[in-house]
């Protein structure tokens, strides 16, 4: 089926996320929707899928115009879509997942069970899957659950399938796995729009490329433009992908990892016996694909998770911190930026000044005895929004009120003002604008030259490359291996799947 | 339209916008539903119903009358009785607003501290309860001088209700079981053990009082003694109400510790990584909640000098809530929120005398809360701006009113 | 992901139940007093006469409690081997613990079985009604706190049309009805505005109290003869099955209200199980935005799920007047929709198991009161709070980790 855009345009209150882009999809074309993030790209599937109403502009389906109200009716006129985050029920079944909206129904408006689970099966034979159908969804790994969102889609008829970041969670041998069902479903007559930012991707599977940035297309690109120029069409200007670096001199090992294993929530093993030590003026990076047991690595390490006893420790400046509360380990002196600053790092509703104070309540320079010393506050608050370069109209301001990257800004500037020798920083770009990403990383790096240890969690890899001493590449909760910098990314690529170098 | 038009449409804008006049609106709507009960239930109206398209200005008379009557009743009996043949006798009604309003401030706040940190204490009633065992047994049991025997049973009420609050906190902790919950059944269980105890005269059941729960009077020493002479009932407990209101106001927005709490009720997560012990927050406080609710338990079981009965606790736990809600959870807002709801209870009497069911306050308590509760309906109902943040109104406001809330 | 799943089953139960178990052979055994009781297992006007089964009271005890002893290792050994103890065998434990309780408070007396069974169940009706209108609320992931305003509306108004039309099914229909408007506020409150459940949950009890204080005082009290005299249904005997011994007078000679709620707790199962309207409704309780991309009507669905829960606690108001008290009276719901709420988080938001929670509840409010009769010795206060005290070690110890709907209380935003 032949989708088009028309001059869709979606505002957010005074932000324009959307402005009047324009996209063609032939059948069975695969066409890459390029983009940074934050540029506008799932707002405008949302717009497709019939969760956002567009203010203005078109949506045709083999030109005739369409008029969504809600992803029922996106859905009857064949639009399938795999969200970047499942929507998929955890307690429910496979089959009752794929059925939900769409149930077979026998006596008395009961469930077809039976339908249901013939229906999962026909489909994932037909497209290898090898999905069970009475599988609770919450027991299944991501990688088995997109394809249950593709089947989803699938049994809904679908002719246009929309797939929003859908490597993010992928190890790239389940990347390739995936490209290969897009090429299959293309082949028999299925269009797809595949939303991503990973330029490589792109180049390897896209039929047709748009780019868009700050909710406009910049322009349309063929598979074989280089990655260079695709990129700098992304971001709007040729990218630095390094950050000046020189070398800098080791200090004494200030935290030491030896052999911990910690439970996720669901009470799996997400690291399994994981050691390494970080030295004063390194950075260590700790790369691989996001789910790998990385989240609940630098948990353990701030001592939010606990570390499953009898096993391993955790010391920091010498100090043995493995089963210490958060609070000693941040006054034993590690500095933490959450890979989540909306929901670990930040409290939305306080003040920004409020906010720098965060997780220095109990007796610092903020207080004075049980009072807050709020005339210090606001000095200090004053001084750190200017020299991190916060926009903001105050330091009363509630910071759930500031950009993506201005609430970054704060959460580092609160980390690195503290006088600590241990930073360790999750995902610190994420969903930062390009501007902000330099500065952030500019300040990490003088940080570690300083001598301060840094370890780095990071799923991108350039952002790895451009900053590690060393790489840590971690897959299913071991550490596959520590590397140097200079390790080209195919090796690096294979060990986020479990290849050890 | 010139710059300073401009400027001031748009501080219009943001009063209207503000939480204070959407509180007034939402006070106002409630007593207007007051009303429509009391129409709807009049004789007189219903009557005049009856013909009313021969003489509809009967309905419409009646109508002005019972609502006139009504609230006039309430004002007389809560604020000022002109008809009054003494001074004292007219200025009598305010302060029984005073001392009824005393005990509601207090609980008020307690329920207000729990709001601000994300919970929900619906356990007023128990922790109240608790607080008057621990209170009338200090004041009945233990001889100790004037002053000090009431001293050491108001910090025996606040310690009796801090036990419970404490323990519903710690078994939230420990077990993650719901605070709304708990609450509820230690309510229940809360009352049991009280009406047991006062039908033991070795526990605390008065001598003459045979089979009936009802406690021995509180020593003179411990009564709270009378603020303005014998004339008035108002005593000290409206003195310690005040005194929390304060220690609340300098506990949530000047000291670190309210600090802390906030930070727990706006984003737990957040908290537990900047090294706050969440779950200990959460045990503090529910206990603190439940000291202010002591406050009114001491209230409650020194302020009378006939003893206390199984229905002392004069559903102040529940009330309190309201109270909570209204105020918005600030010192401020509870204190006139408290008084608001104390003038109801001081003025329901004096209805009743002409005849209209005091119960109708209920409904109006319930109606105001009701519209508070969604200030998006509030807004659609007047057609109010959208709420505005950046100006120095809201800086002010954000000082002093600083919404709590629960989330 | 590792499938390696490292849950420990902890010692809680083993531990209460242990407890219990020495507590009954200690004190209703050893040391219980002396003396034989009988439990009647048929009513006099029974066609079937059964002998009733008399025991020594000690004896009873003794093997109860070992019984009790027994299940307890089970729960150990399960425990070790990080199993649960199956839902059944704490059934059963729970149900000698009961009959040795039975036996012990009417030592040298009689127990009227199917008496107490029976009023245990009628008395169970409104609070399975209150549950059943939770359950339906709460899966759909709205918290409803106003169980208590539901069932009280429901009961004025059963009260008041029974008496002024003089048609109990008119005062069905106003009692079902008016409760579900009523219910409608709640989920115009938090579907729509999005205000906080539980505090328009708490808010909407005021008022429904307040309201029914007014009327009651204003109307009802001068004139209780015209307007609230309903009297009560009559006891329909179902033939042949009413004449099963022991189960016959307790499930099969009832009024309508008992009826309507031994179909409505399996319909309801049924529904929310088996069919796809309880599919997409556990869908919008569990992850509302999945369901909205599948074009289920998040908003919708609440509203109407909410809604014939408060119909259903109507119901349940219904039954608590016209159904068994004959007349309403100033507050008479007393707490009994806030039981209904421990009652659905103790049966895991499943109607079944919840129904099973309310049982205890009925049962233990008949206790009270036929205790007191055979044993006046023991403080009645005591026996009171032993319902609540069991709801607050059930929901500590047991039910603390059980998993609510995900999506419980959280207002859904649409872009």
Redesign the interface.
């Known amino acids: 089926m032949k989708l088009e855009l028309r001059g869709i345009t979606k505002r ?1 209150g005074t932000l324009v996320a959307n402005d009047s882009i324009n996209l063609t999809v032939e059948a069975g074309e695969i066409h890459a929707l390029l983009g940074e993030n934050g540029a506008g790209k799932s707002t405008l599937m ?1 717009v497709l ?1 019939g ?2 109403t567009a203010d203005e502009g078109q949506i045709l389906l083999d030109d005739k115009p369409q008029d969504f109200d ?4 996106a ?2 006129a064949g639009i399938g ?1 795999v ?1 970047q985050h ?7 079944t496979v089959a ?1 997942n794929v ?5 077979p ?1 026998g006596l ?4 077809d069970m039976a339908a249901a689970r013939n229906k999962v099966l026909e489909i994932s034979e037909r497209f290898g899957f090898n999905v069970d159908p009475d599988a609770l969804i919450e ?1 299944l ?2 990688g088995i659950q997109q394809r249950v969102e593709i089947i ?1 889609a699938l049994s809904r008829e679908a002719r246009v399938l929309v797939l929003d970041e859908p490597t993010a969670v992928l190890t790239p041998q389940e990347t390739d796995e995936l490209m290969e069902i897009m090429r299959q479903l293309a082949k028999s007559g299925t269009s797809i729009v595949f939303i991503t930012h990973k330029l490589r991707e792109v180049k390897a599977v896209a039929d047709k490329i748009t780019v868009i940035r700050l909710g406009k297309v910049v322009g349309t690109a063929s598979p074989d433009a280089s990655t260079n120029e695709l990129a700098s069409m992304m971001v709007g200007r040729e990218v630095e992908l390094t950050v000046q670096k020189e070398l800098s001199e080791l200090g004494p090992a200030l935290v030491e990892v030896k052999n911990i294993s910690v ?1 996720d929530d ?5 690291v ?1 016996d994981v050691s390494f030590d970080v030295f004063g003026g390194e950075i260590l990076a700790i790369a691989g694909v996001q ?1 790998n047991g990385q989240t609940e690595l630098a948990e353990a390490l ?1 001592g ?1 998770r606990s570390v499953i006893k009898g096993a391993g420790s955790i010391a920091v400046k010498g100090k043995d911190v493995t089963s210490a ?3 000693k ?3 034993a002196g590690v500095a ?1 930026i ?1 890979e989540d600053r909306k ?8 003040t920004i000044s ?1 906010n720098f ?3 220095q ?2 007796t610092s320079r903020f ?1 004075k005895g ?3 010393n709020f005339p210090l506050r606001k000095e200090i608050a004053t001084d750190l929004v200017d020299r991190f370069d916060v926009r903001t ?2 330091i ?3 910071a759930g ?1 500031l950009s993506g990257g201005n609430q970054q800004k704060v959460v580092v500037a609160r980390e690195l003002a503290r006088d600590v020798e241990v930073l360790i920083a999750s995902q610190p770009t994420r969903g930062v604008d390009v501007g902000s990403i330099e500065f952030i990383h500019e300040q990490i790096v003088s940080e570690r030259d300083r001598g301060k240890a840094v370890i780095l969690i990071s799923t991108e890899l350039d952002e790895v490359l451009a900053l590690a001493d060393r790489i840590a590449v971690m897959y ?2 071991k550490i596959v291996g520590i590397v140097g910098p200079e390790t080209p990314r195919e090796t690096l690529g294979k060990m986020m799947a479990g290849v050890s170098a | 339209m010139s710059e300073k038009d401009d400027r001031f449409s748009q501080a219009f804008k943001e009063i209207l916008s503000g939480g204070l006049t959407r509180t007034l609106l939402a006070i106002i709507l409630g007593f207007l539903v007051g009303a429509l009960f009391m129409i709807v239930s009049n004789k007189e109206f219903i009557e005049a119903l009856g013909y009313f398209f021969s003489r509809p200005a009967d309905a419409f008379a009646a109508a002005w009358n019972v609502v006139a009557n009504g609230y006039g009743a309430l004002f007389r009996g809560a604020i000022f009785n002109a008809d009054a043949d003494s001074f004292e006798k007219a200025i009598r009604p305010i302060t029984e607003t005073l001392r009824l309003g005393a005990p509601l401030i207090a609980a008020g706040l307690g329920i207000g501290l729990t709001f601000r940190v994300g919970l929900f204490n619906i356990g007023g009633t128990g922790q109240l309860i608790f607080g008057m065992i621990f209170a009338t047994w200090v004041a009945t049991r233990l001889e100790l001088p004037f002053v000090i025997h009431m001293l050491v049973a108001v910090i025996a009420g606040i310690l009796g209700a801090t036990f419970l609050g404490a323990l519903v906190g710690y078994l939230k902790a420990r077990t993650g079981a719901h605070e709304v919950i708990l609450t509820i059944m230690f309510n229940y269980v809360a009352i049991s053990i009280f009406t047991f105890l006062m039908r033991d005269p070795n526990l605390l059941q008065e001598e003459r009082a045979t089979g009936n729960p009802k406690a021995d009077p509180a020593a003179e020493t411990a009564l709270l003694p009378k603020i303005f002479g014998d004339e008035f009932s108002v005593h000290f407990g409206l003195i310690f109400a005040l005194v929390a209101v304060v220690v609340y106001w300098w506990l949530m927005e ?4 309210g ?2 709490l ?2 727990v009720g ?2 737990p ?9 969440v779950k200990r927050t959460y045990v503090i406080a529910m206990a603190l909640s439940a000291a202010f609710v002591g406050v009114a338990a001491g209230n409650q079981a020194l302020g009378t000098s006939i003893g206390v009965i199984p229905s002392s606790h004069a559903n102040i736990g529940f009330d309190a809530i309201t109270v909570a809600l209204l105020g918005g959870s600030s010192a401020p807002g509870i204190l006139l929120a408290g008084l608001l709801f104390g003038a109801f209870k001081a003025g329901g009497p004096s209805m009743q005398v002409i005849g209209i069911s005091p119960e109708v306050l209920g409904i109006v308590q319930a109606a105001i809360v009701l519209f508070i509760a969604a200030p998006p309906l509030i807004r659609a109902l007047f057609r109010l701006p959208k709420p505005q ?2 100006n120095a109104l809201a ?1 002010i406001r ?1 000082r002093f009113f600083r919404k709590g809330g629960a989330k | ?7 420990k089953v902890g010692f809680k139960a083993p531990i209460v139940m242990a407890s219990l178990g020495f507590v009954v052979i200690l004190f209703f055994g050893f040391l219980g007093k002396e003396g034989d009781v009988a439990f009647q297992l048929s009513r006099r006007q029974d066609v079937i006469q059964l002998d009733p089964i008399i025991i020594n009271a000690v004896l009873l005890g003794i093997v109860s409690g070992a019984l009790m002893l027994l299940i307890a290792v089970f729960s150990t050994i399960q425990a070790v081997q990080n199993k649960r103890t199956p839902v059944w065998v704490s059934a059963i434990f729970g149900l000698i613990g009961v009959i040795s309780l039975l036996g012990w408070l009417a030592t040298g007396n009689s127990v009227p079985v199917a008496f107490i069974a029976g009023t245990a169940l009628v008395l169970a009706v409104p609070i399975i009604f209150g549950s059943m209108a939770g359950v339906m609320s709460e899966r759909v992931g709205v918290t409803n706190i106003a169980i208590e305003g539901q069932l009280l509306t429901g009961a004025f108004m059963a009260a008041v049309v029974s008496t002024i039309t003089k048609s109990y099914t008119l005062g069905i229909i106003f009692a079902m009805s008016t409760a579900a408007i009523f219910s409608m506020i709640l989920a115009t409150f938090a579907i729509k505005y999005l205000a906080q459940q539980i505090i328009v949950g708490v808010v909407l009890n005021v008022l429904a109290i307040g309201v029914t204080n007014f009327l009651f005082q204003q109307w009802l009290k001068e004139d209780g003869e015209n307007l609230n005299f309903p009297g009560t249904l009559d006891v329909i005997r179902i033939p042949v099955l009413s004449d099963i011994p022991i189960l016959g007078p307790v499930l099969f000679e009832n009024r309508l209200t008992v009826y309507f709620a031994l179909i409505a707790v399996p319909l309801l199962w ?1 529904v929310m199980f ?4 309880g ?2 409704a ?2 919008v309780g ?2 509302p ?9 998040v908003g919708r669905t609440r509203f109407w799920w909410v809604t014939l829960g408060g119909a259903m606690a109507g119901l349940g108001g219904a039954a608590l007047t016209i159904g068994n008290a004959g007349a309403f009276g100033r507050e008479m719901t007393g707490g009994i929709g806030f039981i209904a709420l421990a009652v659905m988080i103790l049966g895991r938001w499943h109607p079944i198991t919840a129904s099973l929670a309310a049982l205890l509840f009925g049962f233990s409010i008949i206790l009270r009161v036929w205790a007191n009769q055979v044993s006046p010795g023991i403080p009645s206060d005591f026996i009171t709070m032993v319902p609540y005290v069991v709801t607050i070690i059930a929901v500590v110890g047991f039910v603390g980790r059980s ?1 609510a709907p ?1 999506a419980l209380a959280q207002p859904y935003v ?2």
């Open positions: 957010f949302n899928y969760l956002y809600g992803p029922g009716d859905m009857a879509m969200h499942f929507m998929l029920i955890p307690v429910f009752e059925a939900l909206g769409n149930e129904t008395l408006g009961s469930m027991d790994p991501v989803k439970l669901r009470l799996h093993r997400a399994d789910g701030v939010v509360s958060v609070r380990v941040l006054e933490f959450p929901k670990d790092g930040l409290v939305p509703e306080f409020e104070m965060l997780n309540s109990f207080t049980l009072n807050i109209p105050s009363d301001t509630p009120k299913r909760g | 000047r000291s670190t510790i600090y802390r906030r930070m706006h984003n997560d957040a908290a537990e990584s900047a090294g706050v012990n943040t950046t800086a954000d | 992901m590792n499938p390696l799943v490292e849950e049924f088996k069919t796809k309207l599919l997409r556990r869908a569990e992850h935005l999945a369901a909205d991309t599948v074009g289920i009507n998993r995900k649409k872009g």
